[in-house]
């Protein structure tokens, strides 16, 4: 039997093992609340089933493959997340139709802090930030539920074959090939690389010049830190345009209303984003939330703008402030 067993620490122990299963979780599900919904059914399960757990194995392994479980019960429904551009063709900002969707479509974001855990080595926090990218994430949603998690913790956790194989009670044999085929798709969907880090000088200029840009509302330079084929979502509505010259038009059109914006930097999916704060409608002093705009930048430039509109959930859970004030003005201003 376990030390564990007689531990008053077993909280302790097992919420060391938080992070890093919620980013398991999430990486699984596509969602960030549905991840921390699964780390908690993963830790009441736990707790009940102490007793028939021996120490045969660490309890990090047990708490994955009790995890595992719980994401494969919830995906055994068939759902899975996707992103706008999964769903549709795009449109033209002339034509453009907002067609609103079921929360459940959506891939969500996700903090950084709720799933990367601290580590010093940067080629881990590396990988650790290219798996919870938002165009990762939406890739993973096409693989069957065990090619998913045969893959992430292959490749993303670096688990052994044989160790994978144990968790989810088939063979070493099964488990390569079930990794080969997640390759394959994964190949097959053409993942746009993001910039392997998104805190060197580079980007930080260039995220400077897009907050100055849209808080100045100066579309024209703004397009000018765009890729060509840049590609704006606006999740959950399923419309999304491509280009400079649609998302230009879009914003100096339908998008007006983000003229005199503020934004807050944050951090979401292991890439750069804002919190959106769009002036009152009433005209009163301050500003109100309006959307997380989560970033992915490419080669130097912005290849995809996601606004995120529901800022009720997901401001709340990015610990961002309910309204800016004119305190928020003057500190601006200052």
């Not at 596509?30 to 120490?55: H, L, N």
């Not at 990762?136 to 160790?163: G, M, N, S």
């Not at 879009?250 to 807050?264: F, K, P, T, V, Y």
């Amino acid at each position: 039997m376990t030390d564990l067993a007689t531990s008053p620490d077993l909280d302790a122990a097992m919420d060391r093992y938080r992070v890093e299963l919620t980013g398991y979780c999430y990486r699984m599900l596509g969602s960030s609340f549905d991840a921390e919904d699964a780390v908690q059914d993963t830790y009441v399960r736990a707790w009940r089933g102490f007793d028939t757990f021996e120490g045969r194995a660490s309890l990090r392994s047990w708490l994955y493959r009790i995890a595992t479980n719980v994401c494969l019960d919830l995906l055994s429904a068939g759902n899975k997340r996707a992103r706008p551009m999964d769903l549709s063709a795009p449109q033209h900002q002339a034509s453009a139709v907002l067609n609103e969707r079921p929360e459940v479509t959506w891939l969500e974001p996700v903090p950084d802090g709720r799933v990367l855990p601290q580590t010093a080595d940067p080629a881990e926090m590396a990988l650790a930030r290219e798996s919870v990218r938002l165009a990762f994430v939406a890739a993973l949603q096409h693989l069957p539920a065990k090619q998913r998690a045969v893959l992430i913790l292959r490749e993303v956790l670096a688990w052994k074959a044989d160790e994978v194989a144990t968790l989810l009670d088939t063979t070493v044999a099964s488990v390569n090939s079930a990794l080969q085929r997640a390759r394959a798709t994964l190949s097959a969907r053409r993942i746009r690389e993001s910039e392997a880090d998104p805190l060197d000088a580079d980007q930080n200029k260039l995220l400077e010049q897009y907050l100055h840009a849209f808080e100045a509302y100066d579309i024209a330079r703004l397009t000018t830190l765009l890729h060509e084929d840049a590609v704006l979502s606006m999740p959950p509505f399923d419309l999304w345009l491509q280009g400079h010259d649609d998302i230009a038009a879009w914003h100096l059109n339908q998008g007006i209303g983000c003229a005199g914006s503020r934004l807050i930097p944050t951090r979401a999916n292991g890439l750069p984003a804002f919190a959106q704060y769009r002036p009152r409608e009433d005209g009163a002093p301050g500003h109100v939330p309006w959307a997380l705009q989560v970033l992915e930048i490419s080669d130097g430039k912005i290849v995809g703008l996601n606004a995120f509109l529901d800022t009720n959930r997901w401001f709340p859970l990015f610990g961002l402030p309910e309204q800016l004030d004119e305190s928020y003005e003057v500190q601006q201003g200052a």
